[in-house]
């Protein structure tokens, strides 16, 4: 009701006083409210008509947001020279620009700029614009160490914290070529929550809690993708890089909740909304409600994943739809990877329950807004990140519809 409320009173500013900032403002309220239509429109009417520098550069910014990346990106590209002298700006309007690249499928001529901008000269910009109250004092005294492309071998490499669970599920593939190129150790630093599964993976880490350690090297894992991602099909993961021990046990109430289920019928596992606060909300999660054509297939047997409070409405859909509610009892993501197991499937937004699932090369098929992360580049169906993964894309901002219809036609063709 508030995003409503405050949609009004843009509105009317707008149209008591039409200029770029009420323009922006209106633009901003209409995307909160998923009124995507109405913003593109108006961007588009007011991208003919900014002049200055700043107006150009967050138009630009605000038409990615808006998925809009082949009218943002000659804006884009016209500003970001023009930024030069103040770096933290250029670095954020060169972020924006490496979207775009990425999501028109241009990654040759994205990843360039992006090894720039995680390079050890831009290291120091974005270390404090990533670090709590802009404070990066914690890097300054290894600011010489950072790992670019020296040799690893014999060198104890440290991995510092960085990005969600998704981003270091994903991500952490590149130990794999760190261990074969001869680091002698290779540390990292993770959520307390992932310890118990990076544990008992196959992983060649050393888990820590923080830089206090000796090292040769340090980087991050947006940085080793810098580095060794060569390609969009390199490393390609044919097959899961992160393993499951066999020895570890389900919590009790989980045990029982997927023995003796029904028989004959197909298995999946559900997510559909994330509380990260990233940004691609409100478009990346969705209301469960959207999901209902997809609950109603015949022979399947939903599992709901989503963790943490669910509200009344959810808890009324599942029960009247038949979906077994197992979020509740998931501890840990090692909880959760050892469920997927027993999945034929994993049908989820793109949040790291899709990393978890395609690291272990369990089916997995991703549901992603059209403004989507760039690492998804432009595939359509198939990600060279996980064999095991397939996108289904909006072809709409907002409009998950062709998403859900495409999603039943491949269960129902599976199931023939």
Not at 306 to 321: A, C, I, P, Y
Request: charged content about 20%.
């Amino acid at each position: 009701m508030s995003n409503l409320v405050d949609l009004t009173a843009a509105y009317t500013t707008y149209q008591s006083q039409t200029n770029y900032d009420t323009a922006l403002n209106l633009i901003r309220k209409l995307r909160n409210c998923q009124k995507v239509e109405d913003a593109i429109e108006l961007a588009v009417k007011w991208s003919a008509k900014v002049d200055t520098l700043m107006q150009r550069t967050q138009l630009g910014i605000d038409m990615n947001y808006l998925g809009m990346f082949k009218q943002a990106s000659p804006l884009l590209e016209e500003v970001l020279p023009q930024w030069t002298a103040y770096p933290y700006d250029y670095y954020l309007i060169a972020s924006e620009l490496l979207l775009t690249r990425y999501c028109l499928g241009q990654f040759q001529d994205a990843h360039p700029l992006y090894r720039k901008m995680r390079s050890a000269e831009w290291c120091e910009v974005w270390s404090r614009l990533s670090s709590p109250n802009k404070d990066n004092t914690w890097l300054l005294p290894h600011l010489d160490k950072v790992l670019e492309r020296q040799p690893v071998a014999g060198k104890r490499i440290m991995i510092a914290l960085e990005g969600g669970a998704g981003d270091l599920l994903q991500l952490l593939r590149y130990t794999e070529i760190l261990h074969r190129d001869g680091a002698s150790a290779i540390y990292c630093q993770a959520p307390h929550y992932l310890h118990g599964l990076f544990k008992n993976s196959s992983l060649p880490i050393t888990l820590v809690d923080s830089l206090a350690i000796d090292f040769d090297y340090i980087t991050w894992p947006f940085s080793l993708s810098a580095i060794y991602q060569e390609t969009p099909y390199f490393p390609s993961a044919v097959e899961g890089y992160l393993t499951l021990s066999d020895e570890y046990s389900l919590p009790e109430i989980i045990q029982q909740t997927l023995v003796g289920r029904r028989g004959g019928c197909r298995r999946i596992g559900l997510v559909w909304r994330s509380e990260s606060g990233a940004r691609h909300e409100p478009f990346r999660s969705m209301e469960l409600n959207t999901l209902v054509p997809l609950l109603e297939t015949d022979a399947t047997e939903f599992f709901s994943l989503q963790v943490g409070n669910l509200t009344e409405q959810e808890k009324g859909l599942l029960e009247l739809h038949g979906v077994v509610d197992l979020g509740a009892h998931l501890g840990s993501f090692e909880d959760t990877a050892h469920v997927m197991k027993h999945l034929d499937l994993v049908i989820t937004i793109d949040s790291a329950p899709a990393h978890l699932a395609g690291a272990c090369n369990m089916p997995v098929w991703v549901m992603l807004a059209q403004a989507c992360d760039h690492r998804w580049y432009d595939c359509q169906h198939y990600t060279p990140w996980y064999s095991s993964m397939r996108l289904y894309r909006q072809t709409m901002l907002g409009d998950w519809r062709p998403v859900i219809d495409g999603m039943m036609k491949s269960l129902i063709a599976q199931q023939n």
